[in-house]
């Protein structure tokens, strides 16, 4: 693969596996697709998500898609994926994929509010990270 299209060994192992799944979705292949979906889902990466994500959607591979919405909903990759084509693929061929992921971002982000605001409030009334009344010393 890497002599005939200049691809490195596991971004073409990806694309394979893309394409056997679609195909083993196509011809009724049960096993096959399940071996491509675990395969997919061990090799996510930044240039090949956004595709991966559509791909699952269209063929109804729901642990790809939440292994996939993971990945992307992590703030430090989503922008990476933003800029990739496979993202614009996946807003013209699945834009509802787009809303599941909004939702997605959302729910970590409110996790992580609701859980700094937990956190600031254990030392508000002058207890410790075990719930212990501590004396706050003066300086």
Known sequence: MQDLFGLNSKWAS???????LAAADRYALERLRLLCEAKLCDDVAINT??????LAEQHHCFQLKDVCLKFIGLPENLRAVMQTDGYE???ESCPSVLSELLQYVARIGEHSVKSRAYHYDLYLDGS???????????Y
Do not use: E
């Open 128 to 138: 410790d990270v075990n719930g212990r009344r501590v004396k706050q010393r003066l």
């Open 49 to 54: 998500v956004a595709t991966t994500l559509a």
């Open 14 to 20: 990806t694309l394979m596996a893309q394409h056997l």
């Open 89 to 91: 693929h996946l807003k």
